[in-house]
């Protein structure tokens, strides 16, 4: 089971990860969500990711700084977002906290993005969709 933590709707494909999914991925959120129906996707807010036990996934430095708290989880990750640190209400020294952070595992869907970020901080690991986390659990 994966468990994603998002801040902003618009930094995630809804539709894509409800069309690849069986069930198998936990959406946390306090965002308003949109009036569709996800069949394979549960949502929850984002305070129930403190007792998760599988996987989280953080999907930008705001929730990457909330998954770090957070001790039930087996792995943490953040999912090396497109616009890296453009928008991003943070100072330089928090994302080398969060970026350089031991716990935490970076992951990349784009090799430009692995390009930069290991230019600038650790590098991160390179899956081709989200679903590979689950093959990670194992290793």
């Known amino acids: 089971m994966i468990g994603i933590i998002v801040e902003n709707l618009k930094n995630i494909d809804l539709d894509e990860l409800n069309n690849v999914c069986n069930n198998n991925i936990v959406i946390f959120t306090d965002c308003v969500l949109p009036p569709k129906e996800y069949r394979n996707l549960s949502f929850f807010t ?7 036990k ?3 996934v953080a ?9 770090l708290d957070m001790a039930m989880a087996k792995r943490k990750f953040l999912l090396v977002p497109p616009n890296l640190w453009v928008d991003q209400n943070v100072s330089y020294r928090t994302l080398l906290d969060v970026y350089n952070n031991d716990s935490l595992e970076l992951l990349s869907m784009d090799q430009e993005r692995t ?4 230019a600038f901080f650790k590098p991160p690991i390179v899956i081709s969709n989200i679903l590979d ?7």
């Open 46 to 52: 984002t305070c129930l990711a403190y007792d998760f």
């Open 54 to 56: 599988d996987c989280l």
């Open 59 to 67: 999907t930008c430095v705001e929730s990457s700084l909330s998954i």
């Open 115 to 118: 390009h930069i970020v290991s």
């Open 133 to 139: 986390i689950e093959e990670m659990q194992n290793v």
